[in-house]
């Protein structure tokens, strides 16, 4: 019997508290605290010897594998319902009995337990006394369905079985102890998630609630669902073909969609999953440690970095009477932001509510007014809680921060739309509304709707778990250019590969005529709006490649419009984009994540902050003078004296040196 | 000007031959071999100002966004040619002129930097040379693009055009060298996928060849396709129904061929690219080389690990005839071993052939009699080659290697199959063929072709790579127990969750009635043996939300059929399964693969092999003393009496010592 210390005291967080001794046995940890007088330890290597720990394992896999055979039994060849004609269903009794000689040895087994370890630890284990509870709620049920003669509507035992299997591991049980601890992070990272999918479902719901395209968006559940599909994939030219057939900018919608969402957010979900888990499996302990900077090396990097990173605001501008100082005091107070958040999370519920209700109604019974009036109130909160802002920190105050710039801009584009609404449609001498101008009135509603959904967004900076993974998506993707770059380059050369010989590969204009007789997959989902006709149809149809969903319709159409080599340069692209480009950019958010779990002990998503852009900039280190001298002696234009009678050459250099 | 090493010099790649110094600009690095008397110095400073390079820049997104506007431009609403009435196209000599404009701007950026490098640096720069071929390129296509008035086939300029991007970016150059460098570890992981691919290909033919199901194994193209569609989920359910719905256990074949494809290999590539570019972004350079254990240490680790795993084998038998002594040596030489390979090789391509050949005929019409003379010569040669090595290695030495047992039992197996296909159909008074026994000839025949290409799997430990890759991936599945427990509970208790309310929530027996009348996704698509209607069928269909891939059908059908809060549950199992589940398996694979690299300096995948399960007993370290004894001092059943006068309190407790 060797001992072991707890083999979850992972990686940056807190070892020291974790340790617990255990004795360690074949596959788990075991507690020490159990009897030592003679009998109970042969009762104890009995026990845990080999044979009988076997026998128990065996009686777990059995009570779980009764489950294919209990009614409704798997004992059939086909489980397709059309087909089915025998299935075997075994004589009320004969699973049950089985599970009855299974309940008697886990209550043997929990007998012998609780005698080992005693009474008083036995009423501190929390597991042995669920343990307790399962075997009794099983017997119950059991009694209740023999007596019911295998009638029962509801198995509850059936439930309760998996707790078996996670009893008797003691790894299974830390591994859960682990998940539970990794919890608050991904439920973190889920709920900017569910933030991502409401924002785009009201976007969408008012982006293409009046036209056609009504099967994805026709009202809140159905655009939710979408959407939420779309996060995986799987429904992805679908959903964007009704669109982007009528216009092709409406594909930038769903194409920010799942950049934002698939790509960022769920990656971002695997590198924090990853970096909890690290060192859990691997002894990396004092290796791991090694890794850390040490906190003082850290601390110095840190402020260097600040130095550069945080933007000096310009002075309040100073006021001579009291009640205006008074004023200013309150106006530039935190409170005000929150106040101006609130309300423009009450002006998007409102935009919400009036669109689900409006959702069952046809464009013309929708009453627009109200919603208007409710926009305009709304919009002089806003352009009065600007004003006062400007009062409080004077103009150039004001503009200092970004985030009132983003505000202040939306304001004032409302408040220009509003009054074009009202000159339009509310004035005593305008014309019939409907014969007007370029835009109708629901229109014009429709875009304050969307601008003020968008200015919603003021809110990222204020929640400090968005603002640091906006922040960090952000630094990405500004950092990302050279990735870029290089997939702007194969996306070029592919569809010039294609564009520059289509007439020769493939042409939709010998199949133009034949829109309704063709019959494969990509005929019948309607994909024609994806073809290589021009650039900007070529990026969409590789794009839609990419996300791999469906691409074999692609693959299929072109093969058998053209030769079967086209599935080559499909099967190329795939290769090109979703395994080399793709797999790039999750490395780099791994990289990123890991990066700041590993150089700052003791982080979590929700507790710090490090622009990786002020990083990057130390990536630029200095050469050795002894390197420079180096490859200034090789420089094919310079011809420098060397003095040769001293060893260590450093030629002074003021005109390459500013 | 600053001055900086080569950013890419990273972790566990010798950085000291990569030196090379550079002067870095906005953007990029510099060379920093430039002419530096007074004039050049100027011209320098100036070309490399601010307003210079922007200038560059703008003209080479110029050159690229031209595509969207040359023939066939992308100015249309849509892109649907069912649509498509007015797409506006610039006249010949508009986008012509531009591009001009941009090649003579290009002409000018080489003249200066060639200029200022000087013709001997020029010579050297690979890059300036493929920039001067390009534009001349690009001026001849034009040239000739004017004179045939656009009415040119093929635009070869077009395909050079992504060149200027490139060209013009340092950083670019540079990450591209660097995806140029992992390129090899890829390829090797792509290798392996293709062979598992193949296989994969190999034994659905034979496995479906005959059967109803011939949309997807229907010739080699067909069913390398599907299988590659497969291996991006893409076509998950749908490739796997209409053998499902005929057998359950067809299931099997896809599930196993997803889980080695899609979640083992593709993750590895993940892990491999990722750690390849790590330390490509951060400037953590001393502090990866921190993360290092010396070799020293690493070597110590290693040589006790491979204590433990390197087995014995019994000596070779000793014989007393010198020709015997000399057979023994010439059989016990690793060429045998080769020579096998290779014709279990030609082997697997003979029945390869003759599948191609015989996809186009009918069950009939096909010879099965050639093909099983052949495998009768091939199944002899494996018999003399085990009873050689039997000779050689003696009894018991055979036993010891486990590929000879593996080898061994297919053999025998093949042997036996062989000579009941020769007494059932060979001998003089047989019957005839068909009125006879539990198989055909020709299901015999196709169960000997698929031990064959299963026996193939014997080359597997003899390429190193791939037996680093296999090992690997089997080391992880055995370490796994705790994760796949997890997943097995989280399945059990999902389907219990459903299969014991089943009759209130959904019941497959209401709609069994109008197969033909409804008309979802799920209908349409013949989903019907993906249903909760037992426990294995609902293991299937939980598996197939797993993947993702249409997994709308099922959330949709269901919700149709019960109710909308169905969905909640498939959201739920979604989250389970496919978002924690796989992103630990992630998690735990990256885990694996950045440890090799991290702990062995200069490791690439195809270099060196450290099991895991090695490692893994490293995890279990010795407490300290003092901890063992503060433990037992806690004890509630061990009474011990402290010898207080002693501060260094070391228990003897032989009973719990082994």
């Known amino acids: 019997v060797t001992t072991s210390i707890h083999p979850f005291s992972g990686v940056g967080r807190g070892s020291g508290a974790d340790l617990q001794l255990t004795f360690r046995a074949r596959g788990g940890y075991r507690s020490i605290n159990h009897r030592v007088d003679a009998g109970s330890l042969r009762l104890y290597r009995w026990y845990y010897s080999r044979i009988c720990q076997w026998i128990l394992g065996t009686i777990i896999a059995v009570v779980l594998l009764l489950a294919f055979v209990e009614r409704p039994s798997s004992l059939s060849i086909s489980s397709d319902p059309r087909h089915q004609s025998n299935r075997w269903e075994p004589p009320c009794g004969a699973p049950e009995s089985v599970e009855m000689l299974c309940l008697f040895i886990f209550c043997l087994d929990l007998a012998v337990k609780s005698y080992l370890i005693g009474w008083e630890e036995f009423r501190k284990s929390k597991w042995l006394i669920s343990y307790t509870v399962v075997i009794c709620v099983s017997v119950v049920d059991w009694v209740l369905s023999v007596s019911m003669e295998c009638d029962e509507k509801l198995r509850v035992r059936r439930l309760v079985r998996p707790f078996f299997l996670l009893q008797n591991s003691s790894l299974m049980k830390k591994t859960l102890k682990c998940i539970k601890r990794t919890l608050p992070e991904i439920a973190s990272v889920i709920l900017l998630l569910a933030l991502h999918l409401c924002l785009f479902t009201m976007i969408g719901m008012l982006l293409f609630a009046k036209n056609a395209w009504e099967l994805h968006f026709k009202n809140l559940t159905t655009s939710l669902t979408s959407l939420l599909v779309l996060l995986t994939t799987a429904n992805n030219p679908d959903v964007m073909i009704p669109a982007y057939s009528l216009n092709r900018c409406y594909a930038i919608f769903f194409i920010t969609f799942s950049i934002i969402g698939t790509y960022c957010l769920m990656n971002l979900l695997t590198a924090i999953i990853y970096n909890q888990f690290r060192g859990y499996l691997l002894a990396s302990q004092q290796f791991a440690e090694q890794g850390y900077m040490d906190q003082q090396q850290f601390r110095r990097i840190f402020d260097e970095l600040d130095k550069d990173c945080i933007k000096e605001h310009p002075p309040l501008p100073q006021y001579t009477s009291a009640t205006l100082q008074k004023l200013q005091v309150v106006f530039s107070h935190y409170y005000l932001t929150v106040l101006g958040n609130l309300v423009a999370l009450a002006n998007v519920l409102c935009i919400c509510t009036i669109l689900v ?302």
Chains 1, 2 share one sequence.
Not at 464 to 479: E, F, G, H, I, P
Not at 504 to 516: C, E, K, L, Q
Not at 625 to 652: F, G, K, M, T
């Open 357 to 658: 209700l409006n959702s069952e109604k046809s464009t013309e019974e929708r009453d627009n007014n109200v919603l208007e009036v409710i926009n305009l109130c709304f919009i002089l909160f806003y352009l009065s809680e600007m004003s006062v802002k400007i009062f409080a920190f004077g103009w150039r105050g004001y503009l200092s921060y970004r985030s009132n710039i983003f505000d202040g801009f939306l304001t004032v584009l409302l408040l220009i739309l509003q009054i074009a609404i009202f000159i339009t449609y509310r004035l005593p001498y305008s014309q019939e509304p409907s014969s007007r101008g370029v835009m109708s009135l629901w229109e014009m509603v429709r875009l304050v709707n969307m601008l003020i959904v968008f200015r919603f967004l003021r809110i990222i900076p204020d929640i400090k778990l968005m603002a640091l993974v906006a922040s960090t998506l952000l630094d990405l993707v500004k950092n990302l250019r050279a990735f870029a770059g290089i997939l702007v380059v194969s996306i070029h050369r592919h569809i010039s590969d294609t564009v520059c010989v289509r007439s020769s590969v493939f042409s939709m204009d010998n199949t133009t005529s034949n829109f309704s007789t063709a019959c494969g997959t990509y005929e019948q989902l309607g994909y024609w709006p994806n073809n290589f006709d021009d650039f900007a149809a070529a990026i969409i149809l590789l794009y839609d490649v990419m996300i791999v969903n469906n691409w074999q319709a692609f693959m299929e159409a072109y093969s058998r419009y053209t030769s079967e080599w086209s599935k080559v340069y499909f099967v190329c692209w795939w290769l090109t984009s979703s395994v080399m480009w793709v797999n790039l950019f999750v490395a780099l958010i791994l990289e990123y994540v890991t990066f700041l779990f590993l150089t700052v002990p003791g982080i979590s998503v929700r507790s710090s902050l490090i622009p990786l852009a002020c990083f990057l900039r130390e990536q630029i280190q200095e050469p050795t003078e002894e390197e420079l001298a180096c490859q200034l002696h090789q420089h094919p234009h310079l011809h420098l004296e060397w003095r040769h009678e001293h060893q260590n050459i450093r030629p002074s250099l003021p005109s390459l040196r500013p």
